[in-house]
């Protein structure tokens, strides 16, 4: 009897979703980019500032019993989603560019008490130009429902794609980065 109730709770738990990830989860971002721009930026890793101070920089929360850590900080894994795009986009990503993209996540969570899940992501971007001022400056705001059961991870990967293809598909941008920031310096 005791292995069948181990063996249904181990079920019940790998069904629960985004809430049974424990031990730090590997999220493979796929870009989904078809903006098309042109340039040249360093991306810096963002900054993550939850509101609650118990969070861990590799924590997203969620309302259901249990957390979900990445192998890396919120702000490393925005940062390397961000760069996949821009580089899938056409923009060249050296050190030596004179435009400096970076920024901070306000906001990540999973409501996850209902039937279906809510994914919630703020970013702020700030684009800075080589005498530091600043180019562009805005936070993006994303929300979106998506099945509890089976496909957390990969809605977490589209959380953050969604985001970023908001901020880097938004005219505003394009108007503040393409002049300012040339492929060749």
């Given at each position: 009897m005791k292995g069948i109730r181990t063996a249904l709770t181990g079920?019940?738990?790998?069904?629960?979703?985004?809430?049974?990830?424990?031990?730090?989860?590997?999220?493979?971002?796929?870009?989904r980019s078809v903006v098309e721009l042109r340039g040249h930026v360093?991306?810096?890793?963002?900054a993550y500032t939850p509101a609650d101070p118990k969070i861990k920089p590799n924590q997203i929360p969620n309302t259901a019993i249990g957390?979900?850590?990445?192998?890396?900080s919120v702000g490393s894994f925005i940062a390397d989603g961000l760069r996949q795009e821009l580089r899938t986009s056409g923009v060249s990503l050296q050190a030596e560019a004179r435009c400096h993209l970076t920024g901070t996540v306000?906001?990540?969570?999973?409501?996850?008490?209902?039937?279906?899940?809510d994914f919630l992501l703020t970013a702020h971007y700030?684009?800075?130009?080589?005498?530091?001022?600043?180019?562009?400056?805005a936070d993006e705001d994303t929300a979106f429902k998506a099945a509890k059961f089976g496909g957390a991870i990969e809605s977490i990967?589209?959380?953050?794609?969604?985001?970023?293809?908001?901020?880097i598909g938004s005219?505003?941008?394009?108007?503040?980065?393409?002049?300012?920031?040339?492929?060749?310096?």
């Open positions: 079920a019940a738990m790998l069904m629960a979703g985004p809430t049974v990830a424990a031990a730090p989860v590997t999220i493979l971002y796929h870009p360093n991306v810096d890793d963002f957390n979900i850590y990445l192998s890396m306000k906001a990540v969570k999973i409501d996850d008490l209902g039937f279906d899940a700030t684009l800075s130009g080589s005498g530091g001022n600043i180019l562009y400056e990967s589209l959380l953050f794609a969604k985001n970023i293809n908001a901020m005219e505003a941008f394009a108007k503040a980065f393409e002049p300012n920031c040339p492929k060749e310096g």
